[in-house]
Structures are given as C-alpha cells and as structure tokens.
C-alpha cells in the first residue's frame, strides 16, 4: 500500500515536492507536482521550488571536514550486505514459497503416482469402487452359489457375454448379485460374496478410441479409491474387479494362492 | 544538525564505528539508512545537552519571490546554524529535505512521521526562514 492516504492530499505532498527529479518518485507525489504546476498556485508553487533550490545549493556549499571527507572519497562506508544463504532459507518470503511448492509438488507426485499403473479401464474401476462403497447387499437379488456359476445366469438373463468369473474367485460363495446400467460403464454385473464381504464386478473393457480395438490383460491391476481397493484383470474385452475394503496387500493373498 | 563541526564529526565517528562492530558481529547495517538514522539520533542527542529551541516560536512570513536572492547573500554556516537552532523533529526534517539525497519514502521512514506532518514541518520551515531572512538580509527591489 501507498505511503499516502487512499485520496492523498496532493496540496499537503506539493509542499515538500522533492527539490530536484528523482526516478523513484511516487505516483501520488508526480500528480501533486503536475497539479501544483498546473493549477492556480503555479506560482507560488514556483516560488517554492526556486527557494528549495537556493538553500539546498547553500547546504551543498556547507564545508565537509577534511577527514570526514576523505573517509567518504577513500572507504566504503556502506558495504554491501552479504546475504547468506542460511539467512535467505530462513526468510520467511522464501520460507513460504517453498512451502507453496512442496505441497503443489507433493499433490502433483500424488496425482503422478495414483495414475502411474493406470490402465485402460482404470476410471470406469474407479467409479466402481465408489458403487462399491455405497452399495448394500440388501440391495443385489439373494442367492446361494459359487461366483464361478453365475456367468451363465448372466449370458442366459442378460445376454452378457464372457461375463466369467476368473479362477481365483470362481469358488467363492456368493451372497446375492445384480445387473445394472451405469452412465459411463454401461451394463455392470455385481456380485457379493461371502468371503471378507468381498464385491465382484465384471463390466465392459475400454476401448481404444483410436482404432476401438480392445487390449486384454491376464496380470492383476490395482486400482485405489478412499480405502477401497480394486484388483482387475481383462479377458475376452470383458472386465473383472475383485474389490476389498483395504490395501493391495489385502487382495494380493487371494490373486497368490490362486495360482495355479 | 548540530551546528558545531566537532558534535557533527564526533556523532559521525561513532555511527561509523558502530557500523564497524556491527559489521565485527556479522550484523551489518542493512541498508544507508542505517546510517543517517543513527547519526540522526547521535546528533540529537548531543543536542539534547544544551538550551533547546521550543515549537512555534518562531514569525512566520510566506514565501518572498526575491528569496533566492537574499539566500544567495547567506554564508553555509549561517544556514547551518539556523537549521541546528531549529525544535526537534523539524531540525531533521529540514537537514534531510535539503540535503536533497532521499525519497520522500525514506525522509519519512527516517523521521518516523506521516506525509501531512512532514509537508507542515518543510512548509513552516520555509516561512520561518523567510522571516528571518527578512530580518537578516533584507531585499530592496531596485
């Protein structure tokens, strides 16, 4: 902010206008100048920058002491002032850039690693998980078989093909399952099981929007929403997400012993 | 400021030499401010010893157009005389105003006192002056 008030007195500043120009000057004090030079005190205003200019030529003409004079032409009187380093990281100017920095750079590497193994499909996963954690098993059509079975029920019922459940979770029981329409995903088949309240969920795999060819993948991809985790393979261009309230280290047992 | 060369030179040596020992600390004056600053304050206070000049004491006359003339007639030391006769804080005020070497942002930094003040303590400065000048070296228009 200004030196000078918001509406700064200009006839108050045009008073003590600087004796001779100096590139520094303040906006404030360049308008007080202009208007006393302009205004009905131009006169005056003359007057008091001729009488300025008199006695600062007087105060040039004070004699300096002799030795004074020479301490002046001979030393540097005025070092420049070294800045360390310690001091510069301590300024609080610097202090709060960089922390301005490491926070955006913290979020950015965030933001870099979640998506690092992404995979094609991985939004829609995300977006599952969410289903995941609002889902109810109130919700899905009760029943009691192996998750393995219900690929029929779905080809059969809902005409969804390679809606297979893989090997590793084939055996597990089921509790109830579901088959809805999502607005990004489309036709999503959900299945509970009984196992650490385990959800499955098989849903179309993400096309290339290029060439719209589909990429399967036989390894398991991780993917992580607010304490949710999902592991998802693709076969046939159907997914599969095995999903778990925990890490990746929870899901990672069962995708292991499977093994064949 | 003080109107006596050996209080002005002593007030000097001793801001140098405190700059000297600061600088020993590694605490070097930030700035040339520093400098006017504490000699500002050396000054005063080798002032402060004897008879102090008191507010408002002083005629007052406006500004006269033949003042550059009558100043022309003044020797520096008479100047400097009047200018250390002058109350507290308008003796600084005048000493930092026409030494012409700072920004009206360091004058007030220096004297710590807002702009109003500063334009009141220069502009009655000026009207004492032409009085006295008026008193000392009259102008007579031929």
Redesign the interface.
């Known amino acids: 902010m200004s030196i000078f008030q918001i509406r700064p007195n200009y006839s108050s500043l045009a008073r003590c206008a600087p004796i001779t120009e100096k590139p520094g000057t303040d906006r404030a004090m360049r308008v007080a100048i202009q208007r006393a030079r302009r205004g009905k005190k131009a006169a005056p205003f003359a007057q008091q920058q001729a009488f300025d200019a008199a006695l600062a030529k007087l105060v040039r003409a004070i004699p300096v002491d002799a030795q004074v004079a020479e301490w002046f032409a001979n030393e540097s009187l005025i070092p420049l002032v070294k800045h360390g380093w310690k001091k510069i990281l301590l300024n609080p100017v610097v202090v709060a850039i960089a922390l301005a920095i490491a926070v955006i750079g913290g979020v950015f590497a965030y933001r870099v690693h979640e998506h690092l193994h992404d995979f094609p499909g991985a939004d829609k996963a995300r977006r599952l998980l969410a289903v995941a954690a609002s889902t109810r098993s109130v919700l899905l059509d009760p029943l009691k078989t192996d998750a393995g079975a219900l690929s029929d029920l779905f080809f059969m019922k809902y005409r969804l093909e390679h809606y297979d459940v893989p090997p590793e979770f084939a055996d597990f029981k089921a509790l109830g399952s579901r088959v809805f329409d999502d607005d990004e995903v489309h036709h999503v088949a959900q299945i509970w099981a009984v196992e650490k309240r385990m959800q499955f969920f098989l849903f179309p795999a993400e096309k290339d929007p290029k060439d719209g060819s589909v990429t399967d993948f036989s390894d398991w991809r991780f993917v992580e929403l607010e304490g949710w985790t999902g592991a998802v393979q693709q076969q046939n261009g159907v997914c599969f997400m095995a999903v778990i309230r925990g890490r990746e280290k929870d899901l990672v047992p069962y995708l292991e012993k499977r093994k064949p | 400021m003080t109107g006596d ?1 050996s209080k ?2 002593e007030a ?1 040596q001793e801001t ?1 030499r405190e ?1 000297a020992l600061r ?1 020993a600390r590694d605490e ?5 401010l520093w ?1 006017f600053r504490d000699a500002r304050w050396r000054c005063v206070a080798a002032c402060e010893e004897g008879l102090q000049a008191e507010p408002g004491m002083l005629e007052e006359t ?4 033949s ?2 003339v009558q ?2 007639q ?1 020797h ?2 008479q ?2 005389v009047w200018i250390s006769a002058a109350p507290e804080p308008q003796r600084s005020a005048l000493a930092l ?4 070497e700072f ?3 360091e ?2 930094a220096l004297l710590d006192v807002k ?2 003040e ?3 303590l ?2 009655s400065g ?1 009207r004492q ?2 009085a006295w000048l008026d008193a000392t070296t009259p102008h007579y228009e031929a």
């Open positions: 060369a002005a030179q000097f140098v700059a600088s070097a004056p930030p700035d040339r400098y406006e500004i006269s157009p003042a550059p100043i022309e003044l520096p030391d100047l400097a105003f026409y030494l012409d920004s009206l942002r004058m007030l702009a109003a500063l334009s009141e220069i502009s000026r002056f032409q």
